[in-house]
């Protein structure tokens, strides 16, 4: 799973660009799926099974799309402005390398500032991709960028760009890989647009009707020295989302999440994140409300280049994933 | 005539009609959630345009003009017919209390003439004196909640709490400039005018001219759930920020640029564009030689925010004329600006085919 989990997390699929990253999906779950279709917005949406008369319509997420940076502006000198493309924290950026669509790449410089302790501004930063003008400048006013970062194999723990959120594409492929004989209809949506408001997620649930829904995405953990105040930590297994900013699971829901981890003898963690909000939310909004939870895999420096997880946390998702959809569902 | 030649010849063209078109737009007061002044003009315009024509629930204008060949491509275009302004709240012996509708600067406020309710009776929204202001008053913004409509007397038992407001400014055209308020988003509302009257027959042209869009895209959100379409354009105004720098330094932050022609959409708050049809504009302008800029990436946003996100999702773009001075008491615009806007969409839609969405979105 390392190898295919190296291969996404190093593909190009900022948000409204996801073709990259969905073209290699879909060659991994191409001759698992019974149904493989692309939506307007550019949706993956794979489906699985037919609805056996104890089972249901089932949608789940992953979001194929990664924060990444736009440019706005290339002045005289070859120098490139940008903003960003969902949220990039402004700090993680100076020295920082950078991959465009189109092939260039460049490195992220700053204005001068008054202090060494001061974060540079957004708008005080600039690209330097080699140009000595804006002739010979190979990025335009539009054109979009990533974070240029291999990933590194630290044994149980993997460090990547975009672990956030193509560790649960790992995931879900896997999961489809692994689960037989299921009594439900699922669909296994890869879905783009998600760093920029879970776009890609609400257009795909109102396109599935489903009856119950399940966004796989990272979380974060309270695990790193001084660090937020959350229960979650890598390691401790995956953890079953009992609210968010945006979203508040449906209990029965959580419950039977975690009676299935029980049964199974697979570790969970329960979270409760302060901020952000996953694919969950437009589901559980879309036509007249479903059902909805989320599982979520830990994951230190999320929105950093360097995004860590723990491969036994991956492995247990899948685990969890594969018992939760296995048999027949009765909220309670 | 070279084919090219022949195509640019059947582009509408802005002359006098469509310019005194704009200026009754111009003038009208059409504040969000009470736009029928400016519907009842757009209505009057289109009677003969269209084959189905309706307002619904929330006062949009949706007008369908059929194909004449098949298959065809279901396109919405949309143009928001609002304009921000003020809304009264309280109030006697003609000084109102009020609010602003939409986004509204309060330093562009005090002295300046605005118009109130449908029967547009003046008013002015009052401020101190110099006289009677100290240093310290004169460098800080006057908030809204103590600023007030002064009607006069006489008007004042004319008016409602809930009565709308805007500024009082009339149209004008200044040489290669057109000048007015809520042209932001006349501007867009008579192009769409234009495009309607020039619609290609293979097309089912879903134009939309649609309510509260600068109070969060309301009227486009179910104006698109009504018409579903296969892909949707946003007609809007945007700003231009492209006035000189104090110090002569190349300025970063721009948004647009007056004479740079039709800006089309990447990136803005509330969207992505679909790269297919950013593709295709571009290859429209490159093929019949008009100019075109890209807006820059990022604030702000159209009715193709809510249009894309509509059903099972939609593909969207939007390209905006450029104006300066956007949301305060005059736009400032360029004629050839609008012209090329008109030119680029026409073209577009001439040259569209289901082949555009045959390949996935990137």
Redesign the interface.
Known sequence: MKSLIKKLVEAVGP???E?AV?DLVKAEVGKLADDVR??????LIVRKGNQRSDGLRIMLSAHLDEIGL????V??KGFV?F?S?GGVYPRTLFGGRVQFLNGSAGVIGGEKIDSADKVHAL?KLFIDVGATSKADCPV???DLAIFERPMIDLGNRLVAKSMDDRVAVAVLIETLRTLENSPHEIYFVFS??EE?GT??A???A??IDPDLGLAVDVTATGDTPNGIRMAVKLGGGPAIKVRDAGMLSDPRVVRWMSDTAEAAKIPYQLEILEGGTTDARPIQLTRAGVPVGCLSIPCRYIHSPSEMVDTSDVQNSVRLLTALLSNPIHLK | MTPKKAALSQVPKIEKAQIALLERLSNAVAVSGAEGEVRKIVMAEIKDLADDIKVDALGNVLAVKHAKTEPALKVMLAAHMDEVGFMLVDGEDGLYEFETVGGIDARQLPGKPVLVGKDHLPGVIGAKPIHHTTADERRNVIPVDVLRIDVGNENGKKIHAGDRATFATRFQRIGPSLVGKALDNRLGVATLIELLRHSPAHIEFQAAFTVQEEVGLRGARVAAYALNPQLAIALDSTPAGDLPRWDGEESPRYNTKLDAGPAIYVADQGTLSDPRLIQHLLRTAETYGIPCQMRQPGGGGTDAGAIHKQRAGIPVVSVSVPGRYAHTAALVARLDDWQHTLALIFHALQDLTPAILEPDRS
Request: glycine residues 18%; hydrophobic residues 25%.
């Open positions: 948000s409204g660009y073709g969905r692309v939506d307007a917005l550019g949706n736009i440019v706005t502006h002045d005289d402005r903003t493309i708008d335009k006013i539009g783009t647009q920029v776009r890609g609400t257009t795909a109102y396109g």
